[in-house]
């Protein structure tokens, strides 16, 4: 019963820890991916120097977090890497499309589309990934994986190489439990486990049997290494007429 009186009394306490979200979100407690074996994902970088994570989501679009912009920054976007300390392709960025919704202060709606000044050229190691076809929920207990070239632990160095973590979706509502105000059950999606991201890994996908279901957004600040709080991830699936509209209109522009 000791057990349960500690339980109940972390419960009592949470609303009064007041801990303010992490959004430069490396990849904790994970391994060093395949080389090229998620040839979507993309380093995106300010004065060569990564600064969040990024997908392909189709041949000239990076889908990544609205937290990664900063206004008069420029930015680039990297694909087929996988170790950065060797050069890549670095393309440059045409146009910005941050969520219209989006806000810097309850990170709602945190989610932006890298229009490339060129189309990729697709080959093994350059690939875009699928996206939800409709908005659904994702189940729970669900085995996911998310990856990034983001810092190892609180404390530590952002990795060179691609890293990776499995991670299991959480329920919507223990999530909220969680988060409180923080939290919106048809905008985000949350994922926890052994391990999760950290600095650096911002705007990089939540995959689930190979479509990107998320993006990641926040964790618990300046603790990677054993947040009490689940990661959370802006859930793709509710921003799909958005990222058509994007997508589509481009292609009148051609």
């Not at 041949?59 to 060797?86: P, R, Y």
């Not at 969520?99 to 589309?113: A, Q, V, W």
């Not at 409180?180 to 600095?199: D, H, L, N, P, T």
Request: glycine fraction near 8%; charged fraction near 20%; aromatic fraction near 6%.
């Amino acid at each position: 019963s000791i057990m349960i009186i500690s339980v109940l009394l972390l419960v009592t306490l949470l609303p009064y820890l007041t801990v303010p979200a992490s959004v430069q979100v490396g990849i904790v407690n994970g391994t060093e991916a395949k080389p090229h074996s998620r040839p979507y994902m993309v380093s995106i970088q300010s004065n060569n120097k990564h600064k969040c994570g990024g997908f392909l989501v189709s041949e000239q679009f990076v889908m990544t977090a609205a937290h990664c912009f900063k206004e008069g920054e420029k930015l680039t976007a990297v694909v087929g890497a996988h170790d950065l300390t060797h050069d890549s392709r670095h393309m440059d960025v045409k146009f910005y499309h941050i969520h219209p919704g989006y806000e810097s202060k309850s990170l709602l709606n945190d989610i932006m589309l890298i229009q490339l000044h060129e189309k990729v050229n697709k080959s093994k190691e350059v690939n875009w990934i699928s996206i939800p076809k409709k908005n659904k929920d994702i189940k729970t207990k669900v085995k996911c994986s998310v990856a990034g070239w983001g810092k190892k632990n609180t404390k530590g160095a952002a990795s060179a190489k691609l890293m990776e973590v499995d991670v299991t979706i959480i329920d919507a509502k223990q999530c909220k439990k969680s988060w409180e105000k923080m939290y919106s059950i048809s905008r985000m999606v949350c994922a926890g486990g052994r391990g999760g991201f950290c600095q650096g890994d911002s705007g990089g996908p939540l995959v689930c049997n190979n479509v990107a279901v998320g993006v990641v957004s926040f964790n618990e600040l300046n603790n990677c290494n054993s947040p009490t709080r689940p990661n959370v991830y802006t859930k793709i699936s509710k921003f799909l007429s958005w990222i058509k509209a994007i997508l589509e209109g481009v292609k009148q522009e051609l």
